[in-house]
């Protein structure tokens, strides 16, 4: 299992091994990330990025950025 952690100090979400507790993973983001959501299939991340006013959508198993998406000002909070 892994744990997904949005981190505003680098701009980027970390990956944590939930058995080892190590960060196995990160993955550069917009600007001041702020909420991460998974989709149901476990397949997509998605990050608020309330510093550049986007959304980053990350592929979970290959850590790797998608798509981002233009929201606006500040976002912060989501649902999938």
Do not use: C, F, M, Y
Not at 13 to 40: C, M, Y
Not at 47 to 62: E, L, P
């Amino acid at each position: 299992r892994e744990l997904w952690i949005s981190t505003q100090s680098t701009n980027s979400v970390a990956v944590i091994d939930t058995a080892t507790h190590a960060v196995i993973g990160r993955t550069e983001v917009g600007k001041d990330p702020n909420w991460v959501g998974i989709s149901p299939d476990g397949s997509r991340a998605v990050i608020s990025n309330t510093g550049s006013g986007d959304v980053t959508i990350v592929d979970v198993a290959r850590r790797s950025i998608v798509g981002t998406v233009e929201v606006g000002r500040s976002p912060k909070r989501l649902a999938l």
